[in-house]
Structure formats: C-alpha cells, structure tokens
C-alpha cells in the first residue's frame, strides 16, 4: 500500500497518508512531539528506507529516526544530534538516505554530517565536513543530493553549489563549486537539488530561477543552462524545491506564485516551461509549498501556510490537474505548517513492450543542396504524451539525431526538423522517432539533396574533385 510521509514544522509531527487512492488521500498515523522523547521539534524534511522515517528536526538539531513499520502507530526509534563538536548538526536542514549512511545538511553548523544508520536503533557520526566560505563553502548548507561518490549541496549565504567527494565516508573532502548571484551562473540563494547524469537542476529562490549545472567535471563545476522569472510566464518567484525524471524538472515556487511549474529540460542548456498549477486555499491548496516528492504520474506537495499535502496528476506535463489533498492542523491530521514530503517509487512492474503505438516518417520537404525539413505524424500514442525526433544519415544505420523536441506530443500531432549543413548531391535516409518509454521508430524514408552540377549520370574522378571543392 503507497504511503505519504509528511513532517509538519508547527504540529512536530510525522504524519502517514494513505494515497492508495490519490483522489481521496486518507490519514492513518501520526507521531509529534518536542524534544524528549520524540525530538521532532522543527521536523523540517523527512527520507524513508525500509521501515524507517528519517527526520530532520530543525530545532531540536536532531536527526531523529521513526519506526514506520506500523504506519498506524509510527514509534520513536532513536537519534543522534548535537549543535558543534562532535555531531554538528545545529539546525539540521534536510536528509539524503543512500545505502547504511544518512548525509544530514545543518545549516547553522555550515555542515554535511554523514551518520553510520546500519543500525536504526544507534546511529553513529562517520564524519563531517564544515566551513562557510573558503576553502569548504557551506555557509548556510541547505540540501543534498548524493550521486556515486559526490554529495552536491546548496549553500544559501555562499550561493554555491558544492561538491563534496565522500567515497572516504570518514573523512569527506571539498571538491569543487561554483557561485554567483544573477547572471552568469544565477546561483543566489539556491533551495532544491537533483543530480542526474552530468547535471544538478537547482530551484533558485532569490533568482527566480531553474538553473542547470554542468557537473560532469565535480572538480569544476560549469553553468550548463537557466529559466528564470517571476510571474507569467515561467511562474518561479523563490523558487524552492524540485524533483525531476527523465525529461522533466517539477519545481515548487512561493512568494507570490504558489504552485507548481513543470519544465521540458530535454535539453538542458535550454529549458522550456510547458505548464503551472497555483492556488492558495481551496480547491487546490498551494500556499507556501516547501515540500515536493514525484511518484509516477503524480507530484505530491507539502503546502505550509494551507497546512496540507496536495496531490497533483502530472501524467500530461502540459496540463497538470488536481487529484486531491487532505489538510488540517493538530488533530486528526497534524499537518500544521506541512513542510516535507517522502513518497515512495512506486514498484517496477515489469509491463510488455508497446507494440501498437506508432509514428509515421513523412516525405521530407523544402530540399535544397545542403538543407532539408525532415516530416513526421504521431499516428498513435495510446494516449500518451512524449518526446520527438528524427534520426538520419547516409545509410539506415543513421548515425545522427535531431535534439528531442519538448513533450506534448500526442495522437494526430505533425512535427518535423530543419537539417542543415548537409552534403551536397548525396542521398540520405531518415525516420521519425517517439520517446513514450519505449522509443517507437517510424519506417525508413529517403531524400536526396540538390546539385548544382546539374544530373548526376556518371562519377568519376574529376567529378569527385569537382564536389570537394
């Protein structure tokens, strides 16, 4: 059964919603409390593995560990906290869980603290790193996303996204980062991190901004790609928190736009808004949203000033709707000042391939000596929504894409890509391409790029020398 895992910072509480049925979240168990026994004083963000909840409490400078075994009856397990030497974890932000290791970001301690959880019931401190400004810049250490042997950090008072190598989980080292207020990097005050590949995707608050990091090199870091604004039309005034898939960034944004904005980052140096959902209050419930977890076709929001968890169906990205939410502040639901939310991937099922969608190449057009518009038609999608391209070459090997172009294409939708720098008087093959999960391919069809040595009936080497000048 899927549950939602929400801490609510003015009830100190872990509450556990049953969205089995997204439209109709249902409360089944809660744990509050400050300080002894339950230390979830300031319960800021939370992160399950197995049959633990793993909370950070912010103002009991805790990371405190539940027991959820029971999602009726969530019981205290144990903790480890403690402002400076030897934990540091004052004002602890945010929780990564990966492996038997919790990677605990405390913002008042200019910290990330690894803690050894191989047993939930006595975690032990591995090792820190700390420092504001040089040579560590952690100053104001909000959120963590760990990848391989790299933690990838936020900083609000540095404006940095900092790289931490932690393959000596004993002793993590500094390196490397990359600031910037504004242009060119549009780092200030950066919330929400996501590393994917070779890429961090960052809510930026005080740029209003979605900012792509190149992270390929975590010695140095690059800016890679940004949207920013607030209002109409990318929606991203203090932008905070994101999650993201294999082509989309989800990002939360308040201060005045309230909702959740989703973006196609296909192509990474150049991220395109496709949709917003926002609303303080009825019907959906997005006033102030800190808290944001992705769990197949739905966005899961822990709004703080509406004190709910609103779910969201994203399964067309460019039309995002309500499913339902549940709200309430102390009893029966303790969502007061919902601040994080921990969904669960849903299984893998294993499903057979998709045999009967399908994407039709069309003849290509407007051909000249070195250009052409290669043609296509999504004939069916079996409802569903995705990415477009084309491959081509001068064999049905290909060898060559267009980029993706960004999602919304459905049933009866025409697309097509402009080819340039092509080589003269040569025949090519192409055919179009949908990425649904699967990608569908399209039958092969071919062109021919213009001469200007007029019909070609004979080649020979004088010919050939003729066409590399």
Do not use: C
Request: hydrophobic share 40%; no cysteine; net charge negative.
């Amino acid at each position: 059964m899927p549950y939602a895992y929400v801490v609510s910072d003015t009830d100190d509480s872990l509450t556990i919603v049953d969205v089995t049925d997204p439209t109709t979240p249902l409360f089944v168990g809660s744990i509050q409390g400050a300080g002894a026994p339950n230390y979830l004083n300031g319960a800021n963000y939370v992160f399950v593995k197995d049959d633990y909840a793993y909370v950070a409490a912010f103002t009991d400078n805790s990371l405190t560990i539940i027991d959820v075994s029971d999602p009726t009856n969530p019981t205290f397990a144990s903790r480890i906290g403690g402002a400076g030497a030897p934990n540091f974890l004052n004002r602890p932000y945010s929780v990564y869980v990966e492996g038997d290791y919790a990677y605990v970001v405390a913002s008042n301690d200019d910290s990330l603290v690894i803690v050894n959880v191989s047993d939930p019931l006595n975690p032990t401190l591995e090792g820190y790193i700390a420092g504001a400004g040089a040579p560590n810049f952690l100053n104001g250490a909000r959120f963590a996303s760990i990848q391989g042997d790299y933690a990838y950090v936020t900083t609000q008072n540095d404006d940095s996204l900092t790289i931490i190598n932690i393959s000596n989980r004993a002793n993590p080292t500094f390196s490397g980062y990359i600031t910037g207020l504004g242009a060119p990097n549009y780092l200030n005050n950066p919330n929400g991190v996501v590393v994917s590949g070779n890429n961090a995707y960052i809510a930026v608050a005080t740029d209003n901004s979605l900012t792509i990091i190149n992270v390929s090199n975590p010695a140095g870091p690059g800016f890679r790609g940004n949207i920013a604004g607030a209002g109409a039309p990318n929606f991203l005034q203090t932008a905070y928190g994101i999650v993201f898939d294999d082509i989309y960034a989800y990002v939360i944004s308040w201060g005045g736009n309230d909702g959740l904005s989703i973006f196609d980052v296909s192509n990474p140096a150049a991220p395109v808004f496709l949709s917003n959902i926002q609303g303080a209050g009825a019907p959906n419930y997005l006033s102030a949203p800190y808290g944001i977890a992705l769990s197949g076709s739905y966005v899961y929001i822990a709004s703080f000033t509406d004190n709910a968890l609103t779910i969201i169906n994203v399964s067309d990205p460019t039309n995002p709707t309500l499913a339902g939410s549940i709200q309430g502040a102390g009893a029966p639901n303790f969502l007061g000042g919902a601040i994080g939310v921990y969904v669960p991937p849903p299984l893998v099922v294993p499903t057979p391939p998709i045999t009967n969608a399908s994407v039709a190449t069309l003849a290509a057009s407007n051909i000249t000596e070195t250009s052409a518009r290669l043609n296509g038609h999504v004939d069916n999608s079996l409802s569903r929504y995705g990415e477009v391209r084309f491959e081509y070459g001068l064999t049905t090997n290909y060898g060559q894409q267009t980029a993706w172009q960004q999602g919304g294409y459905t049933t009866g939708d025409s697309f097509y890509a402009d080819l340039v720098n092509l080589r003269e008087g040569m025949a090519y093959h192409f055919r179009a391409q949908m990425r649904i999960n699967p990608i569908i391919s399209g039958a092969d069809a071919g062109f021919s790029t213009l001469s200007s040595l007029g019909p070609i009936t004979w080649v020979t080497p004088d010919l050939v020398q003729r066409m590399a000048e």
